[in-house]
Every structure is written in structure tokens, then in C-alpha cells.
């Protein structure tokens, strides 16, 4: 062992006591959840909509196991809900759910919408316990002035079960990248692989539309893995004509290569003939960011983006944004001030540096 590899592993006890304190860099909270949620055993798709009436439900603390709150040696289905009032000023705002860790699996609606999950339902059961529990907040879910609504749909294999760790949370992204023209919002979609579909003549008529940025599987697409395309036609503004521009596709799980009228403008993983791309598996936590070259964006006219993404297993898709134009010094901008907030906040950072 390298002598600062040993140093690094004896000091991992002092750093995880730094990280569970520390909030991920670009991050602040905005709203503790921690504290009174309502919980019922059971298990009716009916429990995540918005106006159900959870006053009869039972009155429990989270994050807690629901077996220390009158509910001993329960295995089994229960369902969450805790309400809210948001802000006004959450309206623009980039926005991120936080529930800790949850004992075994999870699905997540807010105000009714599918946001996100972790670890697979019965019958083909695959626990996540130990993952921590991060949403992106598709743009639009959130009520800004008005009440919200969080619900938990929970299953428990055995032992502990429920919101067990936290934080719990609403947080914003404190570095936030400045669009010059947004591209949230309805695009196409379709499972499966074919090259034509890059092409901007192709017609997409036939494919299902679909939220950008939002996970496939909470559109309809759930449990798939494997090949997926997005498409989309739009007009740039002509304020942008001969400025230097970047198209910022957010995060995307877990490979993807990105066209522009056709022409293939960036790529993240490496695909070649194999019927699979191969790359990292932490692939899908970066950031997508892809130069235009001069002369590809055509103005007062339509331009077609198509994105083709391959996803290894659980999540997928286009799944956190901003998704859009971003001028050239307002993506540099963004890019500094990212780096030097992770440097500040990530203690991960030291071990890149003891390992390599």
C-alpha cells in the first residue's frame, strides 16, 4: 500500500464525519422537511395524488424507522405524505428533493407527479437502503405561493424499514447557469436504435412526447434499459445570430451522442460497432456541455436536435437540466463558479489526490 493511500484510508472515519454535515457543493437548503410526516401501511396508487385526504393517517417522525413508532416487526408496503407551502420566489428557481436514505425501495410524487425512485418493487425485488435519496425537481412540479404535497411510496423487505436517515430537504442550485434560450419542455421520444433518426428530415410524428429534463421511467418508460432517442425542432432567438453558443443538454443517464441539424456535435461515453457503449458508470453525474460550430444554427428557421442515449440500468434518460442555448461567456462564467464551490465543499477531492 503507497504510503498516501494509507494516510487516505486512515483518515475516512474524519472525512465522512465532514461530508454528513456538508451539503453538496452549489447546493443550499431551503425548506427542512425533517420533523411530523403522515404515514399509512398499505399499499393504493391513489395515495399520491395531491387533494387525498391523509387526516386519519398516522402522525410519525421522519427520517425514523416506522417499527419504533407503533408499528413493531412491520414488513411490508406504507405510503408517506408531508405538505408544504412554497414561496413565491421558488418559481424560477432550480430545485432538488432530498429523503435521505429509505429502507428498502422507493417511489417519489410530487403534487401528483412521478419525480423519481430507487431500488425495484416485488416481484423482482432489489433493494436500495444504502443509497441516498437526490431528485432533480422537473421545472413546473413545484406550486410557487401554494401548498405542495410530497408522497412516499415505501417498501420494506425485512428488519428496518421506512425513512430511516436523513437530510430531508428542499434545496436550490446556488450556481445557477444563465440561459440564453431555454429548451425545457415537450420533446419526442422513442425506444430503440437507428441512426436515421439523427437526421433532421425524419419524420417523428409517430413518437410519444415527453418531459426535458425528467427520467423516462416516470414517463411511461419505467424499468426499461437500453437504447433511447429525444428529438426536437426549434427557432433560435435572433439575438443570438453571431454570438459563440453551446448547447448545455444538463445530465444525462448514462451515454449519449448529440446532433445538431444532422451533424453529431458531442458525445459523452465511447460507442463504436458493439451493440453496447462502454465508459465510466459515474458517467451519468456530469454535466453535458457541447460547442456549436459556426455556421450549423440557422436562423428564422427550423433546427432539429437529436439526442441518442444509451441507459445500463435503473434511471434514464435526459434527466436533470438546465437544458438549452448558453452564450459562450455566460457557460464560462458558470463553469468557474462551479469548481470553486465543489473545490470548497467536495472532501471527496482529497481522496482523488491520495489514490492516483
Not at 28 to 54: I, N, Q, V, Y
Not at 56 to 84: I, L
Not at 136 to 159: F, H, K, L, Q
Request: proline share 6%; no cysteine.
Amino acid at each position: 500500500m503507497k504510503p498516501r493511500t494509507l494516510t487516505a484510508f486512515l483518515l475516512v472515519p474524519v472525512v465522512f464525519q465532514l461530508l454528513t454535515g456538508t451539503a453538496a457543493g452549489g447546493e443550499k437548503t431551503l425548506l427542512d422537511l425533517r420533523g411530523k410526516w403522515k404515514l399509512e401501511l398499505g399499499d393504493d396508487p391513489r395515495w399520491a395524488e395531491p387533494g387525498f385526504s391523509d387526516k386519519d393517517w398516522a402522525s410519525v417522525s421522519a427520517p425514523a424507522k416506522w417499527e419504533t413508532q407503533g408499528f413493531p416487526g412491520y414488513d411490508g408496503y406504507g405510503w408517506y405524505r408531508r405538505t408544504f407551502d412554497a414561496p413565491a420566489d421558488w418559481a424560477n428557481k432550480r430545485l432538488y428533493l432530498n429523503l435521505g436514505q429509505i429502507d428498502d425501495i422507493d417511489e417519489v410524487y410530487l403534487n401528483g407527479r412521478f419525480i423519481g425512485f430507487n431500488g425495484s418493487f416485488p416481484p423482482d425485488y432489489e433493494t436500495a437502503y444504502g443509497n441516498t435519496r437526490h431528485y432533480p425537481i422537473p421545472p413546473g412540479t413545484i406550486i410557487p405561493g401554494g401548498r405542495n404535497v410530497i408522497a412516499v411510496r415505501v417498501y420494506d423487505s425485512e428488519m428496518g424499514g421506512g425513512i430511516v436517515q436523513g437530510p430531508l430537504q428542499i434545496q436550490e442550485d446556488t450556481t445557477p447557469l444563465v440561459l440564453a434560450q431555454s429548451l425545457e419542455g415537450k420533446w419526442k421520444f422513442t425506444k430503440g436504435d437507428d441512426l436515421a433518426w439523427a437526421q433532421p428530415g425524419f419524420n417523428d410524428k409517430g413518437w410519444q412526447a415527453v418531459e426535458v429534463p425528467s427520467f423516462w421511467e416516470t414517463q411511461g418508460f419505467k424499468h426499461y434499459d437500453g437504447y433511447g432517442w429525444y428529438r426536437l425542432r426549434f427557432r433560435p432567438s435572433d439575438a443570438l445570430k453571431d454570438q459563440h453558443l453551446i448547447l448545455f443538454m444538463g445530465k444525462i443517464d448514462d451515454f449519449d451522442e448529440v446532433y445538431l441539424n444532422g451533424e453529431r456535435i458531442g458525445k459523452t461515453g465511447r460507442f463504436d460497432d458493439s451493440a453496447e457503449p462502454s465508459g465510466s458508470n459515474i458517467l451519468y453525474r456530469n454535466w453535458r456541455a457541447y460547442t456549436i460550430p459556426a455556421g450549423l444554427l440557422k436562423f428564422r428557421a427550423d433546427n432539429v436536435i437529436a439526442v441518442r442515449v444509451y441507459d445500463m440500468f435503473m434511471h434514464g434518460g435526459i434527466y436533470e437540466g438546465p437544458v438549452g442555448l448558453v452564450r459562450r461567456e455566460d457557460y464560462m462564467k458558470w463553469e468557474s463558479a462551479s469548481a470553486k464551490e465543489e473545490k470548497q465543499k467536495n472532501p471527496w477531492r482529497f481522496f482523488e489526490w491520495f489514490f492516483n
